[in-house]
């Protein structure tokens, strides 16, 4: 039962276009959603977050938005950069003390930028 | 700020034998999580220990086990390794007192293992 999924395996863009990756839900306990980005043989690094009380959350060039109704979430990287390329993993995280300290992840996407 | 640090980064073992991964958490961070990436299972909880108390655990195997120290490190151990157990693992810290996984989770660079 995957209650977070991303079904674009892998996305590739232009340097200086927008990405745009997407990431669905099921489970409706999660409150809050998290982007990472991963290299190889490296932990996650946090990007981006968001609570489930917004529709939008902005930093720099990384903006993700929220649709709770669809439970979809999607990070749009304006403009994108070669050094973006990475995979890419939205996460979700809930409230309560079955979910202490976990996050619940998708399955990646691995972003190229082509220069 | 040191970040978290995990040794070994690399293992290789032997079906059979059990393994003991430990990870440091940031300065003053008391929850420690724990996950699995593989490739075709993704990032997958393990579980999460917060003042020495295992306060979370994940959908895995009696196999794996886990303890946290008073200085807040861990150790994860995997007993009768299995080929499947091949994986690179994550701990993450957090300082988070509410037990929410959020911005506050830092990880570290994994542990390599591969069972053999």
């Known amino acids: 039962d995957q209650q977070v999924k991303q079904n674009s395996p892998s996305l590739s863009v232009q340097e200086g276009r927008i990405s745009i990756l997407n990431c669905d839900y099921t489970?409706?306990?999660?409150?809050?959603f998290l982007w990472y980005k991963k290299y190889p043989a490296e932990g996650p690094t946090f990007l981006i977050s968001i609570s489930s009380i917004k529709d939008k959350n902005e930093d720099g060039r990384f903006t993700v938005f929220l649709n709770k109704s669809a439970k979809h979430l999607s990070l749009h990287i304006v403009p994108s950069q070669p050094g973006d390329s990475a995979v890419y993993f939205c996460?979700?995280?809930?409230?309560?003390?079955?979910?202490?300290?976990?996050?619940?992840f998708g399955q990646g996407t691995i972003l190229t930028v082509h220069p | 700020k040191a970040g978290v640090t995990q040794t070994p980064r690399y293992l290789i073992k032997t079906r059979g034998q059990q393994v003991t991964l430990s990870c440091s958490p940031i300065s003053g961070h008391r929850s420690v999580s724990w996950y699995q990436q593989t490739p075709g299972q993704g990032l997958q909880f393990l579980f999460e220990y917060f003042s020495e108390t295992q306060r979370n655990k994940g959908n895995f195997p009696g196999r794996f086990s886990g303890r946290q120290f008073s200085n807040s490190r861990s150790e994860m151990n995997v007993s009768t390794l299995e080929l499947g157990d091949s994986a690179l693992y994550l701990c993450?810290?957090?300082?988070?007192?509410?037990?929410?996984?959020?911005?506050?989770?830092?990880f570290g660079q994994g542990t390599r293992l591969t069972v053999v």
């Open positions: 996460a979700a995280s809930a409230a309560g003390g079955t979910s202490y300290g976990k996050l619940t």
């Open positions: 993450a810290s957090s300082s988070s007192l509410r037990g929410r996984a959020d911005t506050e989770a830092f």
């Open positions: 489970n409706s306990m999660f409150d809050y």
